[in-house]
């Protein structure tokens, strides 16, 4: 087990499989890439994103991990974390065009958590374009030039 995991507070146990297995719904193998969430150990760049936000927002937060777990099992029968990645994936594409406004903020949330957490390793970052402080080094190159 990675020592990042023992030190995570809001998502460890039972929280970080729910977790891990709706970041792999969101961002599946096979999917626009090849490698997908369950490829990676996001669940402590999770942490820190959730662990910046508002208080009110890290204490609820487990709630909503348990309310999709267990909307999960009267779609399919079984919670989310038993679920296939097809399916947990098709269960989560169901809160974005949801017509109540709180399950498509939930799928809005649980989305930037996780691109934010995947996208964040340089090596996913190069795969949409983006290089980590390439700005910083455009702004060095200008001040130097001055």
């Not at 402080?133 to 130097?144: E, G, I, S, Y």
């Amino acid at each position: 087990m990675d020592l990042a995991v023992n030190k995570l507070r809001i998502l460890r146990g039972v929280r970080g499989r729910i977790m891990a297995a709706i970041m792999s719904g969101i961002i599946p193998r096979g999917g626009a890439f090849a490698v997908g969430a369950a490829d990676y150990d996001l669940l402590p760049r999770a942490e820190a994103f959730i662990r910046s936000m508002n208080p009110a927002f890290r204490f609820g937060f487990p709630f909503l991990l348990f309310y999709i777990q267990i909307a999960a099992i009267f779609r399919y029968g079984r919670p989310l974390t038993k679920c296939s990645e097809e399916k947990a994936s098709s269960f989560l594409k169901r809160f974005e065009t949801s017509r109540f406004f709180y399950k498509r903020m939930i799928i809005l949330a649980l989305k930037m958590i996780t691109f934010i957490s995947f996208y964040d390793i340089d090596e996913n970052a190069a795969l949409i374009g983006y290089h980590h402080l390439q700005h910083v080094k455009r702004d060095t190159r200008r001040a130097n030039e001055r």
